[in-house]
């Protein structure tokens, strides 16, 4: 009986650690998505006011790949940067 009992606990504590661990990747990705769509925002706006206006307000097939170029490089940069910081660790 004292075997099951223990069995159980060890088990149950697992099960707890396993549910914060979840929660703590599921918390990290929402904050993720909104900073992700705040940095869309100001890039958006960004485009609107100084990219457009330098391109002409009808050419936004070169605004939208300026957008996607800018986009890109900051997804790499994020990436690559936080890849080294976890191979540090």
């Known amino acids: 009986m004292a075997k099951i009992l223990h069995h159980v606990r060890s088990e149950a504590k697992r099960v707890k650690k396993e549910v914060l661990t979840q929660m703590l990747t599921l918390s990290t990705s929402a904050f993720g998505l909104v900073a992700a769509l705040a940095w869309n925002q100001f890039i958006t ?9 330098l391109v002409g307000e009808s050419s936004k097939l070169i605004s939208s790949l300026i957008y996607a170029v800018i986009i890109t490089l900051l997804a790499v940069l994020v990436t690559y940067n936080l890849t080294k910081i976890i191979k540090k660790r």
């Open 45 to 53: 706006e960004f485009m609107e006011t100084y990219i457009r206006p």
